[in-house]
């Protein structure tokens, strides 16, 4: 099992930035891939964008690409989303996933993460 903990979301207008923050732990000697997931209210669950074990891949849903970026440090157990020029479109609760046992890329089914946090709430105002 690993630990997932959400931090960083809030309140911004809209066109502003934010950076989310997971950290991980647990399972030594495990890999694993980790995956952004929202969910607003009345919404499924949807993938957000996704990183490789080693951080030299990641996956983004079409939604966010070119404004969102993922990235890792092992070292720190962390993964970060940086959220750019933002929309109200994008405000809902935000999980972080972690797929253990992954070495390849990140999933973007919600049913292969095995540990989810508990979500940070991002809200874009117009």
């Known amino acids: 099992q690993v630990q997932v903990v959400e931090s960083g979301g809030g309140l911004v207008q809209a066109g502003g930035s934010l950076k989310l923050s997971c950290t991980t732990s647990?399972?030594?000697?495990?890999?694993?891939?980790v995956g952004w997931f929202r969910q607003a209210p009345g919404k499924e669950r949807e993938f957000v964008a996704g990183?490789?074990?080693?951080?030299?891949?990641?996956e983004y849903a079409d939604i966010v690409k070119g404004r969102f970026t993922v990235s890792r440090d092992n070292a720190k157990n962390r993964v970060n989303l940086q959220m750019n020029s933002l929309k109200p479109e994008d405000t809902a609760l935000y999980y972080c996933a972690a797929d253990v046992g992954r070495f390849g890329p990140a999933s973007r089914l919600i049913t292969d993460y095995n540990d989810w946090g508990q979500g940070t709430q991002v809200t874009v105002s117009s």
């Open positions: 647990g399972r030594i000697f495990s890999t694993w891939a």
């Open positions: 990183i490789n074990w080693s951080g030299t891949r990641t």
